[in-house]
């Protein structure tokens, strides 16, 4: 029983176009986060809800928006897909400051 | 603020070769630091954790990491490497009062030869 999954796995779209990602956690966590991978391995956070309240929205483009209808879902929609918006993007879930679960990944590809 | 800083982004070791993973970490607050593993294609899963209380930490896969506060350091170690290591390995730093922001190092890839 996945504890955080993603859909889809994979995305491959072209330049322009509009894109969500799905996330839900069955961990009873309060809160949930949105990773960026790049193709150097470096993972930055984007934004991360509490409860359905957005507590961190880091420099991200006005493009990405993130909703949480509740609790245990955080969707990632972006608009106007761009070529640097490919990388793999990570749900994550937490309780309060301790450990992160991750998601397995959803790897975006723009062409 | 708090950062977090992983001393070589590639380590190769033999195979029952000791295995030590570099953090550093900066925390004007006491730091809570963890030691995540991603093997390929594959989400974050955590290795092990300080929060408080001992400071010699010890996590799944027989690795452990020892939290030095007048080094600030939280280096990872396993006595012996198995070919099922090789993984990229993320330090990780975050504190009670940063509204759940946790800081992730820029990742160690880890090699072992046979």
């Known amino acids: 029983d996945t504890a955080v999954s993603q859909t889809p796995k994979y995305l491959v779209t072209q330049m322009g176009n509009d894109k969500s990602i799905k996330c839900e956690q069955n961990?009873?966590?309060?809160?949930m986060y949105w990773y960026k991978q790049d193709s150097k391995k470096f993972l930055k956070i984007m934004f991360s809800y509490n409860n359905k309240e957005l507590i961190i929205n880091e420099t991200v483009p006005n493009r990405f928006s993130p909703k949480s209808p509740d609790k245990a879902h955080l969707n990632l929609h972006i608009n106007s897909l761009e070529l640097g918006d490919s990388a793999v993007y990570f749900c994550?879930?937490?309780?309060?400051?301790?450990?992160?679960?991750f998601g397995p990944g959803t790897r975006l590809t723009v062409t | 603020a708090q950062s977090v800083t992983q001393l070589g982004s590639h380590v190769s070791v033999s195979e029952g070769a000791l295995v030590l993973l570099r953090c550093n970490y900066s925390s004007s607050v006491p730091p809570y630091l963890f030691w995540y593993v991603q093997y390929p294609n594959q989400g974050l899963q955590l290795l092990l954790k300080?929060?408080?209380?001992?400071?010699l930490v010890k996590g799944i896969n027989g690795f452990e990491a020892e939290f030095k506060k007048s080094e600030t350091s939280f280096h990872l170690t396993k006595p012996s490497a198995h070919m099922s290591d090789a993984a990229e390995y993320f330090c990780?730093?975050?504190?009670?009062?940063?509204?759940?922001?946790?800081?992730f190092g820029s990742g160690t890839r880890l090699s072992i030869r046979p």
């Open positions: 990780a730093v975050t504190s009670y009062s940063s509204a759940s922001k946790i800081i």
């Open positions: 961990l009873g966590h309060d809160t």
């Open positions: 994550a879930s937490s309780q309060e400051q301790y450990e992160q679960y």
């Open positions: 300080y929060t408080t209380g001992a400071t």
